[in-house]
């Protein structure tokens, strides 16, 4: 089964950190994103620029909007993803435990469903 650990970081606890620990929190995630790919777990992932950098498009009909930035103003914002095989929500779950970026907000886990 394939699982989406979608990362939402926290603004402040990430604020807090100083270039150093910044620095050291994006070494322990890639040995974790190199850990997950040696026990075959790991299909995809990447971290995503800040909420401001954003666009929101809507299609209603033949119109489309587009707004720039985040759509609400939230604690925590989506700062990555990472796509895994594991054989159940248990092991997905005690997979997101194990990243770093658990500390840094919170990883929530969701299953894809089976296509067709």
Request: proline fraction near 6%.
């Amino acid at each position: 089964m394939r699982y989406l650990l979608i990362v939402h970081v926290d603004r402040a606890l990430i604020g807090r950190l100083s270039p150093e620990e910044g620095r050291d929190l994006t070494r322990r995630c890639m040995a974790a994103d190199d850990e997950l790919r040696r026990r075959g777990h790991l299909i995809a992932c990447g971290p995503l620029a800040e909420p401001e950098t954003g666009r929101i498009v809507r299609r209603r009909g033949d119109r489309t909007t587009v707004t720039d930035g985040p759509y609400a103003e939230t604690k925590e914002h989506l700062g990555g993803f990472v796509l895994i095989e594991a054989c159940d929500m248990d092991e997905a779950v005690a997979i997101a435990a194990e990243s770093p970026m658990a500390a840094m907000g919170s990883i929530e886990v969701r299953e894809q469903p089976p296509m067709g």
